[in-house]
């Protein structure tokens, strides 16, 4: 009985030992528990404001690109005004510069016009008409081509006398007049027998007269002779 009373005696101390620390893990859980959950709580709550944070920055980044985009829409609206007022200035100008350009080609046209006009009117003011004596001169000259002799003629138009005829020592065939028998052409009535020594010169207006240039086809009556202007002014004012 004594062994008896000792192992109930030992039993209860041992359920009374396990019931305090099975009090006590209970406590300990608990408290884990709650750091757990307040731990769990505060993370949940930074979540909670870094996605709401989040948000804001969303939210307004979504405003900036509405924004911009507005601001690009009134750009792109500004460019295509802009173009059209370009576009506009490019016709104008181009209008302007044509008309301009047609009335200063129409000036320079009337001023050349008016440049050549004047310059052949000069030119025909200094060219004079040939002499009376020479229209009654072509039968006679071409009279004396026979009996003539050939001078040549230097490049502007002025013939090349021989040394005889600068002198004036030269043949009498330019101021004798031929024979009809021996020039075998008949004089023409009412016209005189062209004589390069007995012509008649008139001095004062021999100084106007005018050369024409030389052509360079040759004639086929009077090829070899010098002009009528040339010969007056070489052996006309020797008589």
Known sequence: MECAGRALGFWAYQSTQEIFYQEYLGKSLTD????????MDKVIHNANSEISTLHEKVS???????QVQ????????????KSKKLDQMTNLYNLLKARTMKSRMETAALENVSE???????????????????RSVPNASKSHTSKTPSCPFSPGGVEQLHRNQRS?????????????????????????VFNVRTAPVNKSTQPHRTRLPHSNRPSAAASHLPPEEDILARFGQRL
């Open 60 to 66: 307004e980044m979504q405003a900036q690109h509405e």
């Open 32 to 39: 884990k528990y709650t750091t757990l959950s307040t731990q």
């Open 116 to 134: 050549t006009l004047n310059s052949m009117s000069h030119r025909n003011a200094h060219v004079m008409p040939p002499p009376p004596s020479a």
């Open 168 to 192: 004036g020592t030269g043949s009498s065939r330019f101021s004798r007049p031929q024979k009809n028998a021996k020039s075998g052409v008949p004089t023409p009535v009412g016209h005189s």
């Open 70 to 81: 507005k601001r690009n829409q009134e750009l792109v609206d500004l460019y295509r005004e």
